[in-house]
């Protein structure tokens, strides 16, 4: 950050001087744009106005190029936010809280058919441990779609799948956007409670041969089953 | 009347400014010091607030740049707007650091773990490079005939 000092209070004309000080100042912003006139400014206040008009001294100092600097900044800061908000209504992961009757008889009953899969039926994490579940259907599939997400809060809550004892994959952060997985329609499917963030590890599950959400919680370090049978 | 209306609204302006750098600052080092090492630490992530953060205390800068009232406290404090600025692109930087982090720690897998951390760490490095080389060229520099 580099600053001129000015010693002289004269009201006179300092052009000369602005000029040599400029000259010792080797890391000064260009200062080709910047149009000097009688008035010279000491520490921000006005001393002589008898040569300038007030509209072209207050253009002067609304067009400087610190100012201008300053107006570019916030120019970047305005895209940011702009590119935030883009992100966060159209990427982000996050859901907002469904509160339709809907979504209020789901979560009294915790299961539901007709929620779509990525509802989002908490803020918070309310320490809800369910438990296991036997599922009968008459679907003659042999796989079938299973959809997994957090139906509260993403709070860092990690689970994983395990199929008839064969691990899909390795345990994950589940967010407000479901995550596919093929399972059999047919044994039992595993959601191991990997890792809390806090409040509890709430999860929904959603099958797609029954087009049935459970919405379901698990402690850290347990699990839950989900026993298909077909009829 | 005006004038001292003009100048409450602007030292009133420079005392939130603080406020929110203060903010600024505490959240960069919460990030850096607590929250970046916890994930590495556990190997989960959780909640990452950094942009949230730092969207938040940009629109306070923002409109300290285009509102000339409060633009003033630049040129009351002239060392102000350019600690401004690093402040802002060092949380910035945090705040990526830390969704960087979160996105690869999604998935528990020691390999992805590796590769997350070097991409942090080339990421930090690269955006503080340039953040220097942007300041080499374009110095700023405030004289006090601007005004």
């Known amino acids: 950050m580099n600053e001129i000092k000015k010693d002289s209070t004269d009201k006179q004309p300092i052009q000369g001087d602005l000029l040599q000080n400029r000259e010792l100042n080797q890391n000064a912003a260009p200062t080709e744009n910047r149009q000097y006139n009688n008035t010279y400014y000491n520490s921000g206040f006005v001393n002589n106005l008898e040569n300038t008009s007030e509209k072209q001294s207050r253009d002067i100092s609304y067009n400087n190029s610190f100012t201008k600097r300053i107006k570019q900044g916030a120019w970047v800061f305005l895209a940011i936010i702009l590119v935030g908000l883009f992100y966060t209504s159209n990427i982000s992961t996050s859901a907002k809280v469904d509160n339709s009757p809907a979504a209020q008889e789901a979560l009294e009953s915790h299961i539901s058919t007709t929620l779509a899969p990525g509802t989002r039926l908490l803020s918070k994490d309310g320490n809800y441990v369910g438990g296991d579940v036997v599922i009968n259907h008459s679907s003659e599939q042999q796989e079938t779609n299973l959809l997994v997400w957090d139906y509260a809060a993403e709070d860092g809550d990690y689970v994983q799948i395990i199929a008839n004892g064969t691990p899909l994959g390795e345990p994950f952060m589940i967010k407000n956007k479901p995550v596919s997985f093929t399972v059999p329609t047919t044994g039992d499917i595993q959601v191991v409670g990997t890792h809390d963030g806090g409040g509890g590890i709430t999860y929904a599950v959603h099958y797609g041969m029954n087009n049935t959400t459970y919405f379901n919680g698990v402690n850290q370090g347990e699990n839950n089953t989900y026993t298909l049978i077909r009829e | ?147």
Request: hydrophobic share 55%; with cysteine; net charge positive.
């Open chain 2, 1 to 147: 009347m005006g004038k001292i209306l003009k100048n409450f609204i602007t030292f009133s302006w420079l005392l939130f400014l603080g406020l929110v750098l203060v903010l600024a600052g505490f959240s960069t080092l919460m990030l850096v010091f607590h929250d970046i090492p916890g994930m590495i630490r556990t190997g989960f992530a959780g909640t990452t607030a950094g942009f949230s953060i730092f969207g938040t205390l940009s629109f306070v800068v923002m409109i300290t740049g285009f509102v000339p009232l409060f633009r003033r406290c630049y040129y009351i404090f002239p060392w102000l707007y350019p600690f401004t600025t690093m402040l802002m692109i060092n949380l910035f930087i945090a705040a990526l650091a830390e969704f960087i982090l979160g996105q690869g720690f999604s998935v528990t897998d020691s390999q992805r773990y590796e590769i997350t951390i070097c991409l942090m760490i080339i990421m930090v490095i690269i955006c503080r490079f340039i953040m220097s080389l942007y300041f080499k060229i374009r110095p700023i520099v405030y004289q006090r005939d601007d005004r």
